[in-house]
């Protein structure tokens, strides 16, 4: 196999990083195409944390080349920091990490701008706060900043003058903000880009070239489907496409298809922000996994809500990117519920309905639920229980396609692989 994504089947905090950083061992180039710092991925070994944001998470082995595509945006400044920080965990060098010349750039003003709407909204998303969208409505609008831009003065002052003195009435009149003077910006994004320049690259002739070359390239998602700015739950979604159609938006896979799509999904499901969610607990049980799965936000530290397995919303996800294997995490923290259930379908003005397709009003669907035997596997055999094959059996029958990995524990090492995705 050649190419390989991994992409969250729900609302984003499946574990991606984890799986990422187990097949990274089996490739050569791990690929970040879309979304920016937002996200957060997090990696355990040997009971040591990182947490990566926009660096991929194949970037603990050595040998793995990262590449940041087009597709994502960049905030240099906390690139520059993640960096600093990785390079005290891991061998970093321009060698081995690529950054696209025509990712995005998120300015001040971006970040600015999204806190300044969430505060005043009427209608609240929950964003992360990090300039996401604002970042990808310049680049709709074309008055974005590319990386590339960074490297040359003339051409920065060129391209951030377009539409700065409009931005500076609107945050001064409308949001009572004043924005940097163009002059500060441009001298902050100069220097950044001195300090980015030895990573930049044309990461599409880059990843032609090493697929032309045989090499085996890894697809990292960030965030998940059901957050895709196209097929998930509008209004309340990220600004980029985190389905498998954004790989090639965001990285280019020139003449090729990709062979394993990996669709990740937490053993129950959690969501950060606003939106529907028909799952969701409200209960002890809720509050039960929140605190043993320890359910906070990597990035903002906001607690996630929980509910319990919905499979209309993973047979979208399945359909949405032609996912070919579900990896399932984080099935420890079930172990310690006394009553598991799973949505198999919802009741909809009186219908049964088994795919939570878009013209459903997720509001509106009364989760039905099956309910199933509670398991207290301690994992460590790599034998599932009788109950919790059960549970995973369900998942596979009800999805077409098969659970290829399942996770117990946040260590690398916690982890059983059903399928050899060589
Ligand atoms: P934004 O991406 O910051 O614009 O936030 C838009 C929505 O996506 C909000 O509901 C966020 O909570 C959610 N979101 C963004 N990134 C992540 C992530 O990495 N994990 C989970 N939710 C996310």
Redesign the pocket.
């Known amino acids: 196999m050649q190419t390989m994504a991994i992409i969250?089947a729900q609302?984003?905090?499946e574990g991606k990083g984890k799986i990422t950083d187990l097949l990274a061992e089996k490739c050569d180039l791990v690929v970040r195409y879309q979304?920016g710092h937002?996200?957060?991925h997090t990696i355990w070994v040997n009971g040591q944390k990182t947490v990566l944001h926009v660096i991929p998470s194949g970037v603990l082995h050595p040998h793995c080349l990262s590449v940041i595509g087009h597709g994502v945006v960049l905030e240099p400044e906390n690139f520059l920091n993640e960096l600093a920080k990785i390079k005290g965990v891991t061998n970093v060098t321009p060698e081995n990490l690529k950054l696209s010349s025509t990712a995005t750039v998120i300015t001040s003003y971006h970040k600015l701008l999204?806190a300044a709407r969430e505060a005043q909204g009427p209608e609240k998303?929950?964003?992360?706060?990090?300039g996401?969208?604002p970042a990808y409505e310049d680049k709709v609008s074309r008055r974005a900043i590319k990386v590339k831009d960074l490297l040359d003065k003339d051409t920065l002052v060129r391209r951030l003058s377009n539409g700065y003195a409009e931005k500076a009435i609107l945050f001064k009149h409308l949001y009572q903000i004043e924005i940097p003077a163009i002059e500060q910006e441009v001298e902050r994004l100069y220097r950044y880009g001195e300090s980015l320049k030895d990573y930049v690259v044309d990461t599409f002739s880059l990843i032609d070239d090493q697929l032309s070359k045989g090499k085996r390239v890894l697809y990292e998602g960030?965030?998940?489907i059901l957050?895709d700015v196209d097929y998930g739950t509008y209004p309340?979604?990220?600004?980029?496409s985190t389905a498998a159609s954004g790989i090639y938006n965001g990285a280019g896979i020139p003449g090729k298809k990709l062979e394993e799509v990996i669709g990740v999904a937490k053993a129950y499901t959690t969501?950060?922000?606003?939106?529907p969610f028909p799952t969701e607990l409200f209960d002890d049980i809720g509050a039960l996994i929140q605190k043993t799965g320890n359910e906070f936000?990597?990035?903002?530290g906001?607690k996630r809500r929980c509910g319990w397995l919905d499979i209309p919303l993973l047979r979208y996800s399945v359909k949405c990117s032609q996912l070919t294997s579900i990896a399932l995490t984080k099935l420890d923290i079930l172990s310690s519920v006394p009553e598991l259930k799973i949505c198999y379908a919802y009741e909809v003005n009186g219908k049964v309905v088994d795919c939570a397709y878009p013209g459903i009003n997720l509001y509106n669907a009364k989760p039905l639920y099956k309910t199933f035997k509670p398991f207290t596997d301690d994992f460590t055999s790599g034998k599932p229980s009788a109950e919790l094959e059960t549970y995973i059996s369900f998942l596979q029958e009800s999805l077409g396609i098969p659970v290829g990995i399942y996770a117990y524990g946040p260590d690398r090492n916690q982890i059983v692989f059903r399928q050899s995705y060589s």
């Open positions: 969250g609302w984003g905090d979304g937002n996200a957060g999204d998303i929950g964003t992360t706060g990090k996401i969208g960030a965030q998940g957050l309340y979604v990220t600004s980029s969501r950060v922000g606003e939106g936000g990597a990035t903002t906001r």
